[in-house]
Nanobody
Framework: QLQASGGGLVQAGSSLRLSCAAS????????MGWFRQRPGKDREFVAA????????YYTDPVVGRFTITRDNAKNTVYLQMNSLKAEDTAVYYC???????????????????WGQGTQVTVSS
């Protein structure tokens, strides 16, 4: 089970840190991802982290602004979001996928576990 938290209402240029706490099993060997669904849009990939090799991958619009990290000891993954823009407004979901390569980590259908989502609203 994944529990996402940390969303809120902030002004453009602000920062937020989302957390995704896992329970019930360890996800240390999984790829952990963050996705978001903006109003009227399909769910889209934001970032992914693979523990092995500490590899990370981001969608272009968030490169340099968002950072995904994980703490396996706490079974938690984080998404640090800086310099937030109005277009970052979305419901953010965390997800865990087993046996994923980073080449398909951007595709939501390969993730087996999903959190419930946390709302991020950025006012301009």
């Amino acid at each position: 089970q994944l529990q996402a938290s940390g969303g809120g209402l902030v002004q453009a240029g602000s920062s937020l840190r989302l957390s995704c706490a896992a329970s019930g099993r360890t996800f240390s060997n999984y790829i952990m991802g963050w996705f978001r669904q903006r109003p009227g849009k399909d769910r889209e990939f934001v970032a992914a982290h693979r523990w092995s090799g500490s590899r990370t991958y981001y969608t272009d619009p968030v490169v340099g602004r968002f950072t995904i990290t994980r703490d396996n000891a706490k079974n938690t993954v984080y998404l640090q979001m800086n310099s937030l823009k109005a277009e970052d407004t979305a419901v953010y979901y965390c997800a865990a996928g087993a046996d994923l390569s980073m080449t398909i980590a951007t595709l939501s259908r390969f993730y087996q576990y999903w959190g419930q989502g946390t709302q991020v609203t950025v006012s301009s």
